[in-house]
Structures are given as structure tokens and as C-alpha cells.
């Protein structure tokens, strides 16, 4: 199992480009989320998906899409960049509620660092 | 308005010594709790999780500890190692309302001195 990947690891964009940000599972895990670290905030929930065909926005989603076409991909994109967009992103999976022996816990990616100028 | 809240941002604790890092929450609907230890670089990894039905819970070396009423969560760490250095962050979810979104606090950085 690779886990959850993410790429690009890391991105620099212009402010008003656009760009996608790729996250995949391989669990086949219901619930995948993105969100955004910055210094001082945490990590604050941008878009989160409890399925195949269905997303829902989170803590901070202006400036960002998602989709969910298929269980194994939720990519996140940016519509056009902004400076205020500027932070590490975590893309996350975790199993369907009542799935037997699971404690719930989210599984995170390694990140992609994203400079936008 | 930050629902989960981790007022220390930074912790030095001597290694073998116990660590407490403290997590306030303000939703009542918050019913399932979790740690997350997260490295430099690297994404978040869980550590340890609690249910609103219980007030205790252990794994190892880490115990986490929920008070309903204080609206309050702690984990201990004990002995503590120079692994455990690292950032903390705890993260609260309102299953029973059927939503699987989850909050964080902002973190707590830990540094265990050898």
C-alpha cells in the first residue's frame, strides 16, 4: 500500500495562474479531505468528500475546487492564484464510519509546499 | 471563531519526565477526539483517539484524558523520549450529527531535552 500520495511535493505559481493539486489513496477509503497548514493556524479544512459524486466545502474553501469522480482521486484546484494561498497542503483519507476495527483516524500525505508570487 | 483551541504553543520537557499537552474545545456536539503527531516536512500521523463515552484512554506510553465538562482533553506522554520532539495537534469531529469533518487546534510543539 503507498498510502496517500500528493503531487506535485512542491509548486511555484504567479498570481493568477491556475493549477491542480493531485492527491490519490489507495485504501479505499471513503472520506478524503484537503487542507491547509499555515504558521500560528493549524490545519484548516478547505474541501472534504464522504464519497464518490459528492463533496462538501469545509472551514476555508473560497479560491478552491473539488470533484471526486472516482474513490481513489480528490484533486484540489486553484482557480487563480492568489498570494494568500501561499501554505502546505494535506490531502487526507479515512474509512467509512463503522468499519470494523477502525478508530476513525484520518491518513495524511506528505504535502505539497505551495509559493505563490 | 476557533473551536479547538491549543494555548501553549511550545513545550520543553526533560527526557524520562511526563508531558502534558492541553486542548479546549468549545462545540458540545463534538463527540470523537484525536492526536495527531506531526515531523517536519512529513504529514500528520495519528497517535491516539478518545469517544465523548469515555475519559480515558491508553496506548503505550500515551494517554489521552477527556473532561466533558471543562470541555477540555489532555495527553500524556510518559517517559518522554527525544523522539516524541515534534509538533502535537489535537483535532475534534461531531459524528453523531453525521458529519465527518474534522477540527484542529494549532499545535503544540514539543521538545524533549535529552
Known amino acids: 500500500n503507498a498510502g496517500v500520495t500528493q503531487t506535485p511535493k512542491f509548486q511555484v505559481l504567479k498570481t493568477g495562474q491556475s493549477m491542480t493539486l493531485q492527491c490519490a489513496q489507495d485504501m479505499n477509503h471513503e472520506y478524503m479531505s484537503w487542507y491547509r497548514q499555515d504558521p500560528g493556524m493549524g490545519l484548516r479544512l478547505i474541501h472534504y468528500s464522504v464519497g464518490a459524486g459528492i463533496t462538501d466545502q469545509g472551514e476555508v474553501p473560497n479560491g478552491y475546487n473539488v470533484s471526486r469522480s472516482t474513490t481513489e482521486d480528490f484533486p484540489l484546484r486553484l482557480l487563480s492564484a492568489a498570494p494568500s494561498q501561499t501554505s502546505v497542503y494535506f490531502c487526507a483519507s479515512s474509512p467509512r464510519a463503522g468499519t470494523v476495527g477502525s478508530t476513525y483516524e484520518q491518513y495524511f500525505g506528505p504535502g505539497t509546499r505551495l509559493t505563490v508570487t | ?114
Not at chain 2, 495527531?36 to 506510553?61: M, Q
Not at chain 2, 482533553?73 to 453523531?96: E, N, T, W
Not at chain 2, 477540527?103 to 535529552?114: D, E, N, P, Q, S
Request: charged letters at 20%; glycine letters at 6%; aromatic letters at 14%.
Open chain 2, 1 to 114: 471563531d476557533q473551536q479547538v483551541k491549543q494555548n501553549s504553543p511550545s513545550l520543553s520537557v526533560q527526557e524520562g519526565r511526563i508531558s502534558i499537552l492541553n486542548c479546549d474545545y468549545t462545540n458540545s456536539m463534538f463527540d470523537y477526539f484525536l492526536w495527531y503527531k506531526k515531523y517536519p516536512a512529513e504529514g500528520p500521523t495519528f497517535l491516539i483517539s478518545i469517544s465523548s463515552i469515555k475519559d480515558k484512554n491508553e496506548d503505550g506510553r500515551f494517554t489521552v484524558f477527556l473532561n466533558k465538562s471543562a470541555k477540555h482533553l489532555s495527553l500524556h506522554i510518559v517517559p518522554s523520549q527525544p523522539g516524541d520532539s515534534a509538533v502535537y495537534f489535537c483535532a475534534a469531529s461531531a459524528r453523531a450529527s453525521g458529519t465527518y469533518k474534522y477540527i484542529f487546534g494549532t499545535g503544540t510543539r514539543l521538545k524533549v531535552l535529552a
